[in-house]
């Protein structure tokens, strides 16, 4: 809740997928940390990306998926529609 507030003052929507979310329990069990190492691994996940939305205005939603959380891929950045066009 803490990162989706951040995010919406920015006005990007944040989305975890129910895959990321057992990804992140699994992870912790498997630590033997439980829920304690929960935060510390969303901050890893979120640190580049924190610091990447305010400083761009074309972004719009930003997906935290399953292979995020595994280090497999970077989080995913959806664009905001060019009214313009």
């Known amino acids: 809740k803490q990162y989706t507030?951040?995010?919406s003052m920015e006005g990007v929507r944040l989305a975890v997928t129910k895959?990321?979310?057992r990804a992140l329990a699994a992870q912790a069990v498997?630590?033997?940390t439980g829920a304690r190492a929960l935060r510390s691994m969303?901050?890893?996940i979120m640190l580049d990306?924190?610091?990447e939305v305010p400083s761009r205005e074309d972004i719009a939603e930003v997906t935290i998926n399953r292979?995020?959380?595994e280090g497999k891929k970077l989080p995913l950045i959806r664009k905001k529609q060019d009214k313009a066009a």
Do not use: N, S
Request: charged content about 30%; aromatic content about 12%.
């Open 19 to 21: 895959d990321a979310l």
């Open 49 to 51: 990306i924190m610091y």
């Open 42 to 44: 969303l901050e890893r």
């Open 5 to 7: 507030k951040l995010f």
């Open 67 to 69: 292979a995020v959380v």
């Open 30 to 32: 498997t630590k033997g």
